[in-house]
């Protein structure tokens, strides 16, 4: 008897182990995934399949697919006792993601059955394929340089195009990668350099995906810090300098009010600044048009087009916007008032004949000085001496002086005015013109002629190389005898 019992025992595990029965306890019910870490197929349904005919309304309130992220979107749908679930979206290769039942389903027959089952399970791949983070230099957390490269590796050939989708900075900045030729690592540059005392948080998505289109098992995000610079920058010092780009500017004394009316002005800061901002945030005011060059990162010059104004006192601004290349701004705005060394351009005298009462050095619109045009006939000449204070030593300056002066016939008014032949410049600082078409006083007519010699001033008018203008116009009457 023990011995039938023993070999019945013997032939029950056999058939057990040929599968002819299933000792299971989930014999009322089966699932796709069907154990866990399945791999599922685009064409393998999800599902559930009852062993007996369950109340459908409450069966489908427990069925849920999910992933990292939280609860997957879908649809049920029955076919007989099945279950089906499909998502609103395709699910993604080589994602994790969680098969979940859990509920006491009523049967239409009557009672219930308790079913808890969690299976996680991959779409197309398994983890093993799925593309990640294999190191990230400097690690987040740490404290980078203005310039410095972010490399990120992969375990696997990544699709450069999709990086660009999937990868972000905030705040925003521009930037480039650089990738290797395997395409499994990149490194991320910024086109200018990363803003000083600024954390940059870096998200990676998983829109990127490797050369065969599997994206990364999960969103990587990293914060990494900038930390080049703390003192803020100054201005050390103001000067006036030589306006010679091929000398770099030489200084020539630290005091603005000494400039010359082509003088440059230099800013020495503290430390390399950008240039861009720098330069927007200086202004001098009245408004001078001018141009700016840096010799150094350090120091700005800035040089009038047309020179310094004579007599004009000048503000020279800087706001604290101004900004060092490591991104930090001036501690405050910055003033300083000036006014060029310019001398006054003055007409000391005006010359002509010694017995007509010249030189004089006080002149008059109203009072007017006799002069004897020379010559025995018409036309009659004359010729009159201009003596400044203040030297013409080129051509240009000099033109500018001939042509602001002019004499015309003010009475009768019929009378021709003279003209000028000859411009001689006795010194840098003395002119002659020789005029014709004086008309000499006749007794026959009994009619005085008379000139008004003006001589212009104004920056308009009479101006040296230095900048020097007479303040308003001269005028001389004069009457020939």
């Known amino acids: 008897m023990i011995i039938r019992f023993t070999s019945l025992l013997i032939l029950i595990l056999q058939i057990t182990a040929c599968g002819i029965i299933d000792l299971s306890p989930n014999m009322e019910y089966r699932t796709n995934p069907s154990h866990r870490y399945q791999v599922m197929s685009r064409s393998d349904d999800i599902f559930i399949e009852f062993g007996f005919m369950p109340d459908k309304i409450s069966a489908e309130s427990f069925l849920g697919i999910s992933d990292y992220s939280g609860n997957v979107g879908g649809s049920l749908s029955w076919k007989d006792s099945r279950l089906i679930f499909t998502p609103d979206k395709k699910l993604i290769s080589g994602r994790l993601y969680n098969f979940q039942y859990n509920g006491s389903v009523l049967r239409r027959n009557g009672g219930e059955a308790l079913i808890n089952v969690l299976l996680p399970f991959y779409f197309e791949t398994s983890e093993a394929d799925i593309p990640v983070i294999r190191e990230i230099s400097p690690p987040g957390g740490a404290v980078i340089s203005g310039s410095e490269k972010i490399r990120i590796q992969f375990t696997k050939e990544m699709n450069d195009i999709s990086f660009i989708k999937g990868f972000s900075i905030s705040p925003g900045i521009s930037f480039s990668t650089e990738w290797s030729i ?87 800061f503290s430390k390399p600044m950008n240039m861009e901002i720098t330069e927007n945030a200086l202004a001098v005011t009245p408004y001078i048009a001018g141009r700016y060059f840096w010799p150094e990162n350090a120091v700005l010059v800035f040089i009038p087009e047309k020179g310094w104004k004579q007599g004009t006192e000048y503000l020279l601004f800087i706001s604290k916007a101004a900004e060092s290349e490591t991104g930090l701004c001036l501690r405050e705005n910055y003033e300083e008032i000036f006014t060029p060394d310019i001398a006054e351009l003055k007409l000391s005298e005006i010359g002509g004949r010694a017995e007509d009462s010249f030189p004089v050095s006080s002149f008059s619109e109203s009072t007017c000085i006799d002069i004897q045009p020379y010559g025995v006939s018409s036309p009659w000449s004359y010729y009159f001496t201009f003596n400044f204070s203040r030297p013409f030593f080129d051509d240009k300056s000099r033109f500018s002086a001939q042509n602001s002066i002019s004499l015309s016939c003010i009475y009768p008014p019929s009378g021709g005015s003279p003209w000028p032949v000859k411009y001689s410049w006795l010194s840098d600082y003395s002119l002659m013109i020789n005029y014709l078409g004086f008309t000499p006083y006749s007794s026959d007519e009994d009619i005085f002629h008379y000139y008004l010699l003006e001589i212009k001033g104004g920056e308009s008018g009479i101006i040296n190389n230095e900048g020097s203008f007479l303040k308003k116009d001269i005028k001389q009457l004069l009457r020939a005898r």
């Open 182 to 268: 395997e395409k499994d690592e990149v490194c991320i540059l910024p086109d200018d350099k990363w803003e000083n005392l600024t954390a940059y948080t870096f998200n990676l998505t998983n829109e990127i995906k490797d050369s065969e289109e599997i994206p990364l098992a999960e969103e990587y995000i990293f914060t990494l810090y900038t930390d080049e610079d703390h003192e803020t920058p100054e201005i050390l010092s103001t000067e006036s300098a030589v306006s010679d780009f091929a000398a770099q500017f030489p200084p020539l004394n630290n005091d603005l009010n000494s400039l010359k009316y082509s003088d440059a002005v230099k800013i020495i």
